[in-house]
């Protein structure tokens, strides 16, 4: 077994033991804990619903139940919290793997860029790429909406499955917003390369790559010395990365482990509609652009797929598109994609070709509308894909940012942003296939590129 074979050998082991001890503690240990909070979380719609009955908010009863509430409240969190702690060793091996990571994508994503444009040369072929490259998002990412609002109007989750609908005042912990025009560009623009680094916005990071490669290449003979610096910085953070990654499969049993021991297989009966679903369709994504990808890259999309098998397993068990960054991007060079094409195409993907999120986000949103019985015509279908097709791309980097994005746009057509209490049960799970197609997507708009470009080698093993 070759080396790269015995890592995804040991990631999918990783995730098998991880789920058989993440069932046995959620039956015999954690029982109690998950008890207690979905009892609480039971108790609190039943307030919420007799609050809503009361019309006076300045009488005695109305601050009875308000209190009742918050006690009930008080109690459910003070219960997370033992339960977080008590798998605090699990989640910490998630959690340090996944620093690691965020510590080397950072400086990777920089030092590859400057080096690709450098090695491109002049802004016109910087130029050239960018819109090949934003040719292939623009058009991935309406296909995966149009194929997620395509899909829920075929299956009907949402009234299929009559989910007993939370109230309208309930707390999601979620909040929209409508990003405006100088959000998107403020969120694209960095006022601190420095920032930028230390919070990981990795399109910001982009944007002075962009600015560092270009200028770089102009200056001409003294550019080389700053190529061949920070082309031996680039291979030094690949080498960390090696190192990193070793300790993928410890993060992924962690993962696995912490999140069934949490949420059980209990959730995946009472959703099993909405999830079987999904993932169908997200298959059907999966099939949808590895075919067009035939069309383009011919027998060798079946190769490039091959090599994704390690990157989509660790972004899938640990619900991290970014965690497979280090390792996609190894595995496209090993390809044949150029390095310039790669380090150009791939990070601008992390905020621009997100497709397994594309699909979730209407997918979800007429969801919740069909689980109020609310029916939107095609014109407003088409609206609503367009409106989440542009805020989208203004939010990467917020926690939660699909459902940021959602229940900012499902409160546009009049549908309660309450109904993502719905989704927030699952998301975790649903998460893990989002973040593997969107390893799968940009994987394969790098190598699209990479041909259209001419600059698709032999692979390189």
């Not at 977080?84 to 699990?90: M, R, T, V």
């Not at 969801?367 to 609503?384: C, D, K, P, R, V």
Request: hydrophobic fraction near 50%.
């Amino acid at each position: 077994m070759s080396k790269q074979n015995r890592l995804t050998f040991f990631i999918f082991l990783a995730l098998v033991l991880g789920v058989a001890l993440g069932y046995y503690l959620n039956v015999n240990s954690f029982s109690t804990y998950n008890n207690t909070i979905h009892a609480a979380d039971i108790k609190v719609k039943q307030l919420d619903g007799e609050l809503l009955k009361v019309k006076d908010s300045s009488s005695v009863v109305y601050k009875n139940l308000q209190l009742q509430k918050q006690q009930v409240l008080s109690s459910s969190a003070a219960t997370e919290k033992v339960r977080e702690k008590a798998l605090e060793p699990l989640t910490l091996l998630s959690d340090i793997f996944l620093r690691l990571i965020k510590m080397i994508v950072g400086p990777l994503v920089f030092t590859t860029l400057v080096v690709g444009v450098a090695k491109v040369g002049d802004i016109s072929a910087v130029g050239r790429i960018g819109g090949k490259t934003m040719l292939w998002f623009i058009s991935a990412s309406f296909l995966s909406l149009l194929l997620g609002m395509i899909m829920v109007n075929i299956f009907k989750p949402g009234e299929a499955m009559n989910l007993p609908l939370p109230p309208s005042n309930i707390d999601t912990g979620v909040k929209g917003v409508a990003v405006s025009m100088k959000d998107f560009i403020s969120h694209i623009f960095p006022k601190s390369f420095v920032e930028a680094m230390a919070t990981n916005e990795i399109l910001q990071i982009v944007v002075f790559s962009l600015f560092f490669g270009v200028a770089t290449a102009a200056i001409g003979e003294k550019g080389h010395v700053v190529i061949s610096f920070f082309d031996s910085v680039a291979h030094v953070i690949l080498k960390i990365t090696g190192y990193v990654m070793n300790f993928a499969p410890f993060a992924v049993f962690g993962a696995m482990a912490a999140i069934i021991a949490k949420q059980g297989l209990g959730v995946l009966s009472t959703y099993a509609i909405f999830v079987g679903e999904f993932y169908f369709s997200m298959l059907l994504l999966w099939v949808v652009l590895i075919t067009i990808g035939y069309f383009i890259l011919k027998k060798r999309v079946f190769n490039l797929m091959n090599r994704m098998k390690e990157p989509v397993l660790l972004a899938f068990s640990t619900a991290s598109s970014e965690a497979a960054y280090p390792k996609t991007m190894l595995q496209l060079e090993r390809f044949g994609c150029k390095d310039k094409i790669v380090s150009f195409v791939l990070p601008l993907g992390y905020s621009f070709n997100l497709d397994g999120s594309m699909l979730y986000m209407t997918f979800a949103s007429l969801f919740i509308a069909q689980s109020y019985g609310i029916n939107l015509s095609f014109e407003q279908q088409i609206t609503m894909l367009l409106i989440l097709m542009l805020t989208s791309k203004g939010i990467a980097g917020v926690p939660r940012a699909s459902l940021v994005v959602i229940a900012g746009t499902i409160a546009t057509f009049n549908i309660p942003e309450a109904g993502i209490a719905l989704l927030i049960g699952i998301d975790p799970l649903l998460d893990m296939g989002r973040s593997a197609t969107n390893v799968i997507g940009n994987s394969l708009a790098t190598a699209v590129v990479s041909k259209w470009e001419g600059e698709l080698t032999e692979a390189n093993d």
